[in-house]
């Protein structure tokens, strides 16, 4: 099942085939695990989507990643 983008943004509950989160932290050990398997979860259920930056009932609340000018050559 695939799910439009505008579909994602316009959800106000999670569902069988939308997930939100409300962080997606890379550097945390950990992380990936979680995301890894919400995404097998989802695949093995028909397909659907993972909206990060939104909490559970829906409320975006952004994402805040901070940038390492190291990694941008500076």
Known sequence: MAIALDEA????AETDAMDF???FEAA???AWCGLVKD???IGNSGGGAIVIGVDRN???IG???PIDARRLGG
């Not at 943004?9 to 106000?12: E, K, Y």
Request: proline share 5%; hydrophobic share 60%; charged share 10%.
């Open 63 to 65: 994402v805040y990643t």
């Open 9 to 12: 943004v316009a959800a106000s």
């Open 21 to 23: 989160k409300a962080a």
């Open 39 to 41: 995404m097998v979860a």
């Open 58 to 60: 829906g409320k975006a």
């Open 28 to 30: 945390v050990p950990g």
